[in-house]
Nanobody, 125 residues
Framework: QVQLVESGGGLVQAGTSLRLSCAATGRPISSYAMVWFRQAPGKERDFVSSISWSGAHTYYADSVKGRFTISRDNAKNTVYLQMDGLKPEDTAVYYC??????????????????WGQGTQVTVSS
């Protein structure tokens, strides 16, 4: 079992930055591809970004490409999402997830094996 806890969310102005963290306990995350999803009010939970087991390969949704950066520190059992150039449309609850799936294909919530409770990100204009 892996327990995931997200942190770092908050209320920020458009154009600023936030860094989300996802701390894992229970098992090392080095065996999992790690993924960030987000869910805006009234919308489905959407893929944001994924990262391979070593961190060598990363994948992004088109909507965040060039603005968000995913990274991981397996020694700290933590995954990060650096969000720059935030826009009001980035407002959502952000979820961290772990999966045995290949990171290139890890873009469906139904395929996640473990997930956290989420952290709210609100971007004001």
């Amino acid at each position: 079992q892996v327990q995931l806890v997200e942190s770092g969310g908050g209320l920020v102005q458009a154009g600023t930055s936030l860094r989300l963290s996802c701390a894992a306990t229970g098992r090392p995350i080095s065996s999992y591809a790690m993924v960030w999803f987000r869910q805006a009010p009234g919308k489905e939970r959407d893929f944001v970004s994924s990262i391979s087991w070593s961190g060598a390969h990363t994948y992004y949704a088109d909507s965040v490409k060039g603005r968000f950066t995913i990274s991981r520190d397996n020694a700290k059992n933590t995954v990060y999402l650096q969000m720059d150039g935030l826009k009001p449309e980035d407002t959502a609850v952000y979820y961290c997830a772990a999966t045995y799936a290949h990171p290139a294909a890890a873009n469906k919530w139904a395929d996640m094996d473990y997930w956290g409770q989420g952290t709210q990100v609100t971007v004001s204009s």
